[in-house]
């Protein structure tokens, strides 16, 4: 498994060892990309700081809380209204967002004044909201605020309020993953352990690593209400800042995003010696294993095995169509972090395309390590890749499509490489079993696209096809399908709507409506 | 009522209008060929807003940064800049200019990025790259300073600076546009071909909006060169569009070469937009020709089409950066609306001395100026002081507060993210008042069918 040169990256010969294809009868212990090291300046890398691992990635989703940003507005507006982590109750956390304003008077003379009349001025103007996270930046770390005794000060006049406070400047770490363990770590020894939760289950999880993208979560809820299981909280999307404080009573830590979150379930082993059960809500087998695990550990597999049967039925049929139109799609898997690992193997197995390339903006090496063990021979795993490296990548590999971020994606569609945004998603949610489905519908979309298909076009040199005044996309993906395969009478496409967490909050407040068992009220 | 003007009373900021002077920076580098910036400092100051310039213009633009970590915010991280030039200068062959842009850390550190420009200088680029033009320009936009408007007037006086040179004069016109969209250049350039003017533009941003190529050839960047800039001081005049965005380089390039300056004129309607031409006119002694009379013939009988009926004594709310704010509700007045609330970008103390805005205090009834304001400005005088709008005109960052009220919004400025392609239109010329006179209309129409308000009216227009 040899290290991959880029041509464009020969002067800078410290990127050398970022980089490997993977070839016939690997070893992971003779090359892996080197990971979560200093950034090459100038080297034009997607990387962001460790404030916005903090703050953006990790804090903001909680919903309850007034998210207040200590420096000049600049950190907060540019973190402002660019994730699609959505809430139950009104979206509180995507539509507010708070900067305390440091101006050069407050650099050179202190803003702790400041902050304390900001927080108490968010406060009033919010009376419903008695929470709040206070997020240091560059800026504020640098002329040493000391915002823990603001806080307390303020905790002390105010004693309905809590607050939470997060020293994660930008520059702490080589990319936000920095941020992650900080806001983690700053999470269990400031707030965890100081509420005590009702219990309402003999199941009890946190449910950690989760961000409800497009509402991921509450489609897992759904089937944590199925299975009886009390979530005692979130970490963090959708969750509840109080029900983040009680987290040490939960009896296991199921974990998602294990990149940036399984520091505080490390943690919560240790101080409270709750284990932790690491999970995939992505594709159906991983879905239904982690469904089963969870069952298993609380023995109540009989509910997960109910779940896994219904959904499966409902609908593997809708998958199955896609991925009989998806076989040999070439794409490259390029997101942040752990979605590397995550999808690197069920995307092929269940989704039916070859991933030629992994990528990981911030990811560390036991990212990579597991990544690249899911990936097929001659996959290309790029460690924190830069914008030359990325080109030089999609004109060796001619993928179908890359699934990444809203900025890379525009880089790819200039050289005629369709994008799927796999941080926000284009249609999510992509967690469950529909959710996969959605998936899949989504990449074929964009990969089958009528309009994509004209962009190879040369209209000054080529021979205009004149024979055609529209394409759809079954004309182009059943073109060389089998067609007794491609018409398949127990297969159909995707089949739901446009937006379906209304059906799955209008399910849940029927079951409590009912008196039946929520995991989360 | 009479009109008013104050700053936001908190110290806070509840949603933001505005970002900090390095988006500023940015946007204007993007605006030169062969121009890559790094940016001094963390890399989110960087990595979001090239993300919030892709979410404009649904395009990627080249910036890179210095990644500042742990060890250089404590011993310092000029090395850090020394070394991201290098490595620009290696892998982006064609790069000839470098604006080395700070930020608030390494404001606050100290870092001198004047002194490592000058090192660089005398060091690295006569030994690395002899025989290689490479410009390095430093750029100071500490975040806790002004704002992006600052940040943008700051690095076009800094490029300005650099570049501009005198030779011997070339007739042209300087024409710098302040922040605006590629529609809006597009305009402009059209207005000064009809009158035979010939123009450098800064920035010549039309390429922003490129095209998706058979051959993958389309890259989005900015098309004035270095030898526009150089030429700057040979020009016959200078138009500085947007007071708060050109002054500084235009009172440079008056001061410097003695050229003839109109500073200040944002042409945002027909009002606007004549002033502007008789500007032009004035400097560079053409005439404005016929076809451009037709052209102004057109876009009033759209509006009258839609002014007196439909928007007469609309209520509107307006935010954005200053200039955009002040032109369009000059423009709104002229079409009898009612601008009664503008919130102002950054803590700029001097907005009450613009001629613009005194003169709408001394004539307008009803009319309400926050300065240094955030969204909340807008939001709480809606949810619990009663305001009531017909029309909020803004970016898409204040988009809840329409949506959650119900309100009619038709987004300009920057950024515009929730609508698709509103960087092609412009608001300036006779073209972006036809445009934004039939947005607002439609804008109106529609909320009327979604409401059930009076929406037969419009069975017979």
Not at chain 1, 151 to 157: K, L, T
Request: proline fraction near 5%.
């Amino acid at each position: 498994m040899p290290y991959h040169e880029f041509e464009c990256s020969k002067c800078i010969p410290e990127r050398l060892r970022h980089a490997v294809r993977k070839t016939e009868g690997e070893d992971l212990t003779s090359a892996l990309p080197l990971g979560y090291l200093n950034t090459v300046p100038g080297s034009i890398s997607e990387r962001g700081c460790a404030y916005c691992g903090a703050k953006h990635v990790i804090g903001t989703p909680m919903k309850d809380v007034i998210h207040l940003s200590h420096g000049p507005v600049g950190c907060t507006y540019d973190t402002w209204q660019t994730k699609r982590y959505i809430s139950d109750d009104g979206n509180f956390q995507l539509k507010y967002t708070f900067a305390s304003d440091v101006k050069e008077a407050h650099i050179i003379f202190g803003a702790e004044g400041l902050l304390k009349q900001n927080i108490l001025d968010a406060f009033a103007a919010f009376p419903h909201i008695k929470r709040l996270t206070v997020y240091q930046t560059c800026g504020t770390a640098l002329i040493g605020d000391d915002i823990e005794a603001v806080a307390q000060e303020v905790m002390d006049e105010l004693p309905d309020v809590d607050i939470f406070v997060c020293n994660s400047p930008g520059f702490a770490g080589p990319s936000q993953s920095g941020g992650h363990h900080k806001i983690n770590i700053a999470w269990i020894n400031q707030k965890v352990g100081t509420v005590e939760p009702e219990i309402t289950s003999d199941h009890v999880i946190n449910y950690v690593g989760e961000y409800n993208i497009q509402g991921d979560q509450e489609v897992m809820l759904d089937f944590f209400d199925r299975m009886g299981i009390q979530v005692l909280s979130t970490f963090t999307g959708n969750g509840r800042y109080d029900d983040l404080r009680a987290m040490h009573r939960a009896h296991l830590n199921v974990l998602e995003c294990a990149r940036s979150a399984e520091y505080i379930c490390n943690e919560l082993r240790v101080r409270y010696g709750i284990p932790r059960l690491d999970i995939d809500g992505f594709g159906f087998e991983p879905l239904g294993s982690s469904l089963r695990k969870i069952g298993m550990f609380f023995g109540i597999e009989d509910s997960a095995e109910k779940i896994i049967e219904e959904e499966t039925a409902r609908w593997k049929p809708e998958l199955e169509w896609y991925r009989e139109r998806l076989r040999g799609t070439r794409v490259c898997l390029w997101p942040g972090g752990s979605k590397l690992w995550h999808w690197a193997n069920v995307i092929q197995e269940e989704i039916g395309v070859d991933v030629v390339s992994v990528y990981t903006k911030f990811g560390h090496q036991g990212d990579m390590e597991k990544g690249i063990a899911r990936c097929g021979n001659g996959a290309l795993a790029i460690d924190d890749p830069n914008e030359l490296e990325g080109l030089e990548a999609l004109e060796m590999l001619r993928p179908h499509l890359i699934l990444t971020g809203k900025r890379p994606g525009e880089v790819a569609k200039k050289v005629r490489v369709p994008y799927l945004n796999v941080h926000g998603y284009h249609n999510g949610p992509y967690k469950g079993f529909e959710g996969w489905v959605r998936l899949a519908r989504d990449i074929y979309n964009a990969v089958h696209s009528p309009i994509h298909s004209l962009s190879a076009l040369d209209i000054s040199k080529d021979e205009i096809p004149t024979d055609r005044g529209f394409v759809t996309r079954r004309m182009l993906s059943d073109r060389d399908l089998d067609p007794q395969i491609a018409n398949r009478a127990d297969l159909r496409p995707y089949s739901g709507r446009f937006d379906i967490i209304p059906e799955i909050r209008a399910r849940r407040a029927e079951r409590v409506a009912n008196g039946e068992f929520v995991s989360a009220p | 009522m009479p009109a008013t003007i104050h700053p936001r009373e908190r110290p806070g900021i509840i949603n933001p209008i505005f970002t900090c002077q390095p988006a500023g920076a940015q946007f204007a580098s993007i605006g030169i060929k062969d121009c890559i910036g790094i940016v001094h400092g963390g890399q989110g100051c960087v990595m979001f807003v090239r993300l919030i310039f892709s979410q404009h213009f649904k395009e990627s633009f080249e910036l890179a940064s210095s990644s500042l970590h742990e060890d250089g915010a404590v011993f310092g991280a000029l090395d850090r800049v020394e070394e991201a030039v290098d490595v620009l200068l290696m892998r982006y062959p064609k790069v000839r200019v470098v604006p080395i842009i700070s930020t608030c850390s390494t404001e606050v550190i100290g870092d001198d990025i004047d002194g490592v420009v000058r090192k660089l200088n005398e060091e690295l680029l006569p030994r690395k790259y002899p025989g290689r033009e490479v410009h390095l320009v430093a750029v100071h936009a500490p975040s806790f300073v002004g704002s992006m408007v600052s940040g943008y007037n700051v690095a076009v006086r800094d490029l300005v600076q650099h570049f501009a040179g005198r030779t011997e004069p070339n007739g042209r016109l300087n024409l710098l546009t302040g922040w605006v969209n590629p529609g809006d250049v597009t305009e402009l350039k059209h207005l000064l071909a009809e009158m035979e003017v010939d123009a450098t533009v800064l920035f010549e941003t039309e390429e922003f909006d490129s095209p998706l190529m058979p051959d993958k050839s389309g890259v989005s960047h900015g098309e004035t060169t270095v030898e526009d800039l150089r030429s700057l001081g040979d020009a016959v005049g200078t138009v500085a569009l947007n007071r708060y965005e050109t002054t500084l380089a235009a009172e440079y390039l008056e001061q410097e070469f003695g050229i003839p300056t109109v500073s200040g004129v944002t042409p945002i309607g027909i009002r606007n937009t004549d002033t502007f031409l008789q500007r032009v006119k004035n400097l560079t002694g053409k005439e404005i020709p016929r076809s451009l009379v037709i052209e102004r013939g057109r876009a009033l009988d759209a509006i009258t089409d839609v002014a007196h009926m439909f928007l007469a004594d609309k209520r509107v709310a307006l935010y954005g950066n200053p200039d955009l704010v002040i032109g369009l509700a000059e423009f709104c007045l002229d079409m009898e609306m009612k601008p009664v609330l503008l919130l102002l970008g950054d803590d700029n103390p001097n907005y009450d001395d613009d001629p613009r805005i005194r003169a709408m205090l001394e004539h307008v009834d009803e009319m309400e100026i926050v300065t240094n304001a955030d969204l909340w400005e807008l939001e709480r005088r809606i949810t619990q002081e009663n305001l009531e709008l017909d029309l909020i005109m803004g970016h898409s960052k204040g988009r809840f507060v329409a949506i959650d009220s119900q309100i009619p919004m038709l987004r300009v400025g920057f950024p515009v993210y929730d609508r698709a392609g509103y960087f092609r239109h412009p608001v300036m010329g006779y073209a972006g008042a036809t445009w934004l006179a039939e947005s607002i209309a439609n804008t109106l129409f529609a909320d009327m069918e979604y409401k059930g308000m009076k929406e037969w009216v419009l069975n017979v227009w």
